[in-house]
């Protein structure tokens, strides 16, 4: 999932009031014991807002914060957004924040349906409705709801992430559209994550054997492109 976790990480960053939109942070080569984390083309920006670290993606800021607001604390929020994967809260470092974990791609939407939907949690049902050959409704499922995000941290992280904002979403026509990308080590895999409060897609590109691909490979150039023209259609 790479970078598209960072969305989760800047909501829980800001709730616990360890950063705000206009806060200057850095982007500067750090090590935690062994783990040396660097961003995608190798170099560093310095100072900048939370809100450009966020729209371009930077690694660093990202770790820190999640060193800032505590590894199991995140993975504590992360499991009320509907994640079943993280099973060892204690097994995780700060690079969880940048794709050092394994998740599941239908849980990792469910989870932008939260900031789609105001801090919202809907779980996701691949069954809606069944019908008998007469059209009689032999089911139908109800979608239930229930608040699991602060709407005001919520409202912050989807107001970086609009493309009407000069975020990572792609707003064609005026509508309020915001999205995240994800770049995987050695370009494994690339994401692209988009939503509006009327729906939420996430695309996932790879190869089968897990090879990386070629070097460039991004969830900006690789899957943006065609999982923001799905929801276009």
């Known amino acids: 999932y790479g970078s598209s976790m960072k969305s989760m990480v800047y909501y829980k960053a800001i709730m616990d009031k360890v950063v705000f939109t206009g806060s200057v942070i850095p982007d ?3 090590q935690i014991g062994n783990y040396k984390p660097k ?4 170099g560093f920006i310095g100072l900048n807002t939370v ?3 966020l729209v371009e993606s930077r690694n660093i800021p990202a770790i820190e914060m999640i060193q800032a607001v505590g590894v199991e604390n995140f993975i504590a929020e992360m499991k009320k957004w509907g994640y079943t994967a993280f099973t060892n809260p204690e097994g995780y470092g700060p690079a969880v924040s940048v794709g050092g974990a394994d998740i599941k791609l239908i849980e990792h939407a469910q989870a932008y349906g939260v900031l789609a939907n105001a801090g919202n949690f809907t779980p996701y049902e691949a ?19 229930t608040l699991v995000a602060d709407p005001r941290g919520v409202y912050l992280v ?3 992430l609009n493309g009407k904002n000069k975020g990572p979403g792609v707003s064609w026509d005026g509508r309020d559209i915001a999205g995240k990308t994800g770049t995987s080590e050695g370009q494994r895999e ?3 994550a988009t939503y509006t409060p009327e ?5 996932w ?5 897990n090879e990386g691909m070629r070097y460039g490979a991004s969830g900006l150039t690789s899957a943006k492109p065609w999982v923001s023209e799905f929801v276009k259609r």
């Open 28 to 30: 500067v080569p750090i």
């Open 158 to 160: 989807n107001h970086m």
């Open 199 to 203: 729906i939420v897609a996430v695309g």
């Open 205 to 209: 590109l790879g190869n089968n054997n």
């Open 127 to 145: 069954i809606l409705k069944i019908e008998d050959k007469s059209g009689e409704i032999l089911y139908e499922h109800k979608a239930e709801s």
């Open 51 to 53: 809100r450009h670290h």
């Open 39 to 42: 961003n995608y083309e190798g």
């Open 190 to 192: 690339t994401l692209f």
